[in-house]
């Protein structure tokens, strides 16, 4: 159960309007890296834990820490659209800057959510569940999550260079600071479950029921041999139970596929067709 | 440029037809962390890698293999749907095996695809690039890569348990191998990369603009502090730059939200008729 | 911002496990009308509020109560799929138990979450933001949720039915109840803002710029007038503006459009082979 | 059965080309709120409804309009997109005219439609049917199209109020009316059956099913007690059943869920790693 | 303008409810070729016709019959779920009839739309205007309903052969032939542009602006050449204009690719961290 | 199984960066009809094709090609975005060239990409599997292929219009010749089976199961008489099987559709309401 303060965690007061600015900002809140994925793919995580009190409990005190991004974000962004003009094409025809926000903002914007911010990413796609996991495993589950960190924070980065304004900046330098706390926090999560575990998940598979004498060679499938030179190519594998090897000229194991003709009712391309399509020479056969 | 051979990797070849196996496998095919995710993430952020050989290289070999995975998968698919019968409620009213094929097979498998594997998951639903990564940070783009080779090998896994037939077992044991070897692999390219970089994604930006007082802080936001145990709320952080600390009982830090008046084209609900909702006495004021 | 306490709102514990009832319970936690349109819904509602307190603190309550609501339903759709069995065709071939539950469960359970709740609907449709409603006019938005209300219950009172166990049924008849006040609630709210603003939408548009001779209008656009028994057809229109009146055979008041040709960079049809179409005589021109 | 005349409902005819507006018009076409959506959700409403000929052929009217309305917005688009210059980055950094159109305009009224209307909102979001509502039960759908028309008429107002074209801003005139009707109808039919029927949807639930002693309580989850001012908080229920109540300081009734482990198929974390992350000590166990 | 007339354009009558069958016939009402993809994709492309009368009044007319096949379809899926029965897993266990109903049919259509029709395929994936294409060049779309036809009539065959409700296979039957005519009808609209314009669109595209050395060349990307002997392979091209060539081993005519670096703000990965990565020798540069 | 090799089957250099340019060249990489889609679609196909050698190997030919396609285009794009400058609006208000950028590309290619290519089109819409179409049946799907290469050159002759830039249209002449051969391929391929089953697909359903009477008539569902004048109105059919007939004046053949109501389980409006709603007078009863 959860219960609302009315405070926000932090300041989210821009210097000036910026409706432009607001499109962008929409990317970390509604996109497939924004507050609203990390806050439910947490809580869903944490709520589809299985018998353990102290990754759960993790796994909710972050979850609801991001719900207070997106209302952050969300308050950050109706404050940039605060008194947005109603512009029109005739203005834009004098003026770059009306120009710039007739062509730059989101036309939803002011269409239909009244200047408010929209569960949606810059392009304006709806936020969808396809972005989230939550797998019942976690240590695949905090590896997405140090990836949704890492992801996360690039993207407020590269808008933290895009804006002059010095309250958007502030907003942005906290949100920046917690992710480089959660890039830690992931990161220090896998390292206790790979102690426990080792590297590959899931850890509980018997490893001779997989094919021992692929899983650990890399397969050069291209010309020129670059990728020999990476960690990936040779050595002691990092789960330390084989040794890398570089495969330079890969040639396939298995056959040419041939499939059965469809049953009847499927109404496929008829066999007597496909026959007569042998009238011309076949170059293979000579 | 690409070249076709067309002999499989390896084998796709099932003892027998199971149309409702056939259903259960579209999700290594074509669901969230199906071959074809992996396959287009790799590929895009090989074409999109800006200034070095090496890791371009490494990153279309293996964007090509998968490729390779999507043709054992489509193949393995279409013949599991080897014959599928043509089945009616009135046949499955005498024979829970025909109950069984007509709930749990895939419907489009006979009416859309003609018996053919489809570009979807376990529901139906369509592959779409939502579920795909590249930011041009490789860095980023590896954990996004581990944590798709976890989940992968999760689900594979998962269906490895969930059938008897021997093909199936056989094709799906490669592919778990590979990735075993993928995990190790972006495991190894990560490692490289944190060692010349640390660990915070990206590690260019710099520190001191971002709030560094609660840069290695857990909020705690729930009642209990099991979550007090982990790595994560004590000792140095994993980026050697800081303390991890514990905050019981955080408090916000921003004040309440109070958003202006939207301009009358807006059409918001009018301000006189906001005002005349105080008619009733407010508790707050009391 | 946000806190949470480990407690749920209400219990939510089946009598016994039944993954079937999992996948039908997922339309109510993440589907159009599942609690997660609503918490968010409202939430966003409450976060896009300009100006008053009393609506958005009244929001900001039921969006909080309802991010509850969806822990009750992760939690009891995980418990019932506790321990589900890892079925085959072959075994369903003897039993129609297991027959039923290979088809009628959500394959992704067992294979993508672990045997947890998704975000995502009985079909196993991922749940998206193209449900949600935020307009930042209060009475148009409080009738969305009028809707979303009627809707969830007439939902949750359909899988009341559809299970004999007594937990399940126990935890539907408290979600059912807040439904019902829900109900209310939006009902006495819309009424409130009625007796300030009318019930047209918004209500500060200047009556005299629309088209007022047909804004009282039944179009009957089909043979028969069974449609003319409603209120809507006769007497005083509910704004009390103007007289419903019913127009039993309506005519167009609007010309035959006729686009100008495409400039030649859009290569469409070219004139020339429009013009030739014309070689057939045009019974139109008789 | 339809029949198709050629005739527009109403004109539709801009006074001059203009692309940037094209592009927000999108949205009451193939939007959430759009005429797409109305005419699909009436017509779906009426196919389904059961046993009553006066819902069902005033829902087909009213669908059957809305087609109407689909075209003349389809022709209003094609029209303003006339002879839409084909425009670059050299000519905009003269002109910010031209500017404006480079920037403001979708980019697919000149790759894709070939200057004409698309079903899409105006971000090009396509039109999805998880816009629409239809469930058989005619009150609740009826508030769905309350909604629909608030939502609708909210939209045209704005875009009313967003350009100086008289031609525009006539056929919008006409749509807007339309709306106003249209609420004025959904609000009439559901007086008709709320009088019938109670408020509450659906009304042939028994209500001892449901917990009675939280079908009236208002929940504060939040500090501050704003929220009870509101006709909500207080007095009788909107239904006549009830006394409304405020509850400021909610507690949970549940229970901490705790799940049990999964089934050794699901290759969850193992219970082995859970256990050995309580190496550290436990505050709670303090 | 569109008018209604309440009588189905074909009788809609299965000889008994079927909810298994109905899940199956959403694939045509809803999926990629149901009526409403062909309905919309008819009538976009006749708003969007520039400047003729004939082929826009054809549109008009077919895209206005396949309304009145959505209708058909809509009637007929919800006779199939009349009186779908309330069925539950433990009534499964004793039953292969019960057990089919409760795997093989849609939820949603108990719990969302009362035992109506969905807008939305077999699968329950929603409708959505990806589905549709309207180019603005004829004889291209044209192409796109030929197709439309062809796979929709295929899908409807498949779907005859699936039931022995003769109520169904009757209504099936107006469908197919209806599919019959309207390959025929597009067939013929295609072979009447291709008189005037040649066979490859668009056709107004001066052929010395392309690279006229490979517009007739067949690429063999694999290894065996059986696509040589294919009319596509050898002989005047279908448009007249050139010879069919086979190329046996295609080679790049292109560079390797190599893109510059990032600007700085983008905080792709440093380029000092890429240099050290070649810290390990590279086998390419021996 | 696939290989790659380095070098490009074409170029792919701009003359100068362009991100506006850029986002509108995604449409034929990411969008509808984009070479992802072409690539996915043949590949489908060619895994799917049951029995033939000639067909599936043409069709892995082509769909290996596109991938090659795709690669050009991610290239070119990231070449086009090539030090993509950071505009803020307050520099916009000075200079029409900067507000077309900020206006005009897309804000994803600086924020999420990292100034690379992205699996999406012009509006940043997601590529998703919707587009694409495999249904074994050989003479569907070529048709299929010959819509996708004629939108999709129709697409890239357009985007050849909207820019200057030699290099960008040196490599788009390129693609516009492969698609001047694909159009040629595909039309021959059809030629080839339609002369062995004739147009109608599929071939193999019995003409005698389909309603004769109506195989080949012209319904004229509108107002008006121009449709009559084209090729399909008249004189034989395309299949040679049948005389094209013109029904100016379509009537039903169906009754008025009465649905049963819905068991009590589903709780739609109750009767007992729908029959007080025959209150007043019904016109349609005088």
Redesign the interface.
Known sequence: ????????????KPERP?P??A??LQ?IL???FGE?SVA?QY??QG????????????L??????E??H???L??MI??LL???P?????E?????????????S???H???????????????????????????????DF??N??SE??G???A????????DRGVKDML??L???D??H???W???C???EA??N???????PRE????????????????????????AHGP???GL?Q?NYFEN?V???????????????????????R???D?????MK
Chains 1, 2, 3, 4, 5, 6 share one sequence.
């Open positions: 159960m959860f219960y609302h303060v009315k405070e926000l965690q932090y300041h989210a910026d432009v600015f499109r962008k990317e509604g996109g497939q609203i439910l809580l869903f709520w589809n834990t299985r018998g353990d009190g102290k990754y759960r409990d993790m909710m005190d972050i979850g609801t820490e719900l207070a997106i209302e952050m969300a308050t109706a404050r605060d008194g947005a109603d512009v029109e094409l005739d834009a025809a004098k003026n770059p800057f009306v120009a710039a926000i007739l062509g730059g989101n036309p939803q002011s269409i239909v959510s009244g200047l408010g911010a929209m569960p949606a990413d810059a392009n304006g796609n709806k936020w969808t569940a396809d972005y989230i996991i939550a797998s019942g495993n976690l240590l695949a590896r997405a140090l990836n890492s992801q924070r690039l993207q980065v590269r808008l933290y260079e895009q804006t002059d330098s906290w920046i600071a917690r480089t706390m890039q830690n926090q990161y220090a999560a390292l206790e479950l426990k575990e590297i590959v998940v899931p850890s509980t598979f029921l997989e094919k021992q004498e692929v899983a650990y060679t890399f397969y050069n499938n291209s010309a020129g041999t670059k990728s020999a030179k990476g960690r990936w594998s990092i789960d084989g890398f890969p396939p194991f298995g056959e040419k596929p041939k499939l059965n003709p469809a049953p009847p009712y499927i109404h496929d391309t008829p066999p007597a067709a496909l007569k399509s042998d011309m020479p076949d170059p293979d």
